[in-house]
């Protein structure tokens, strides 16, 4: 199941603050800028919504501005539709391998650090291949049913399993 993972404030000065947002495990390091309100990976030219999955690498994500919508799908969990709020210096978000997922910035787009664990058999060329919707009929029936997914780290959250996933302050 992914995770919202608090980090540590070791400082605060008059507008200063200073975080220690170590992922001990990392070894790789992807830094995603998105300008305006981009989605990653774009829809097919049919306006079908395209997914990463990585299998060999976890991502942890903190917006370092902006902020990202997060649509995760992964057939494994009890509840497989979650959609994940990312507000800059909020919380990382922990997105398990072989976990469906994209992105959409706000309207004045965001700065994401990605503190990635790859294991010995990731390979970035493979790690970011785009998977479409349109040709994957599990993924195309669940986007498609009347299945609402669970939301977290909105103001407001629309379900009430929110309070089951840790959030920063």
């Not at 992922?23 to 800028?33: E, K």
């Not at 917006?63 to 959609?83: C, I, K, Q």
Request: aromatic share 12%.
């Amino acid at each position: 199941m992914f995770q919202l993972l608090d980090f540590r404030k070791f400082r605060d000065t008059p507008s200063v603050q200073f975080f220690d947002i170590t992922v001990a495990t990392s070894n790789a390091r992807d830094l995603v800028y998105h300008e305006g309100p981009a989605i990653s990976p774009n829809n097919n030219d049919y306006g079908d919504w395209q997914f990463y999955l990585h299998a060999h690498q976890e991502d942890n994500l903190l917006a370092l501005s902006g902020g990202r919508t997060f649509h995760l799908v992964n057939f494994e969990w009890e509840d497989p539709y979650h959609v994940v709020r990312l507000d800059a210096n909020r919380h990382i978000l922990r997105i398990p391998p072989g976990t469906f997922h994209r992105s959409e910035s706000d309207l004045n787009g965001s700065l994401v650090i990605n503190q990635a664990v790859r294991d010995e058999a990731a390979e970035v060329e493979h790690e970011f291949r785009v998977y479409d919707s349109r040709e994957i009929p599990k993924l195309r029936q669940l986007l498609s049913s009347d299945i609402q997914p669970c939301y977290h780290a909105f103001d407001r959250p629309q379900t009430d399993r929110s309070e089951d996933y840790p959030q920063a302050a």
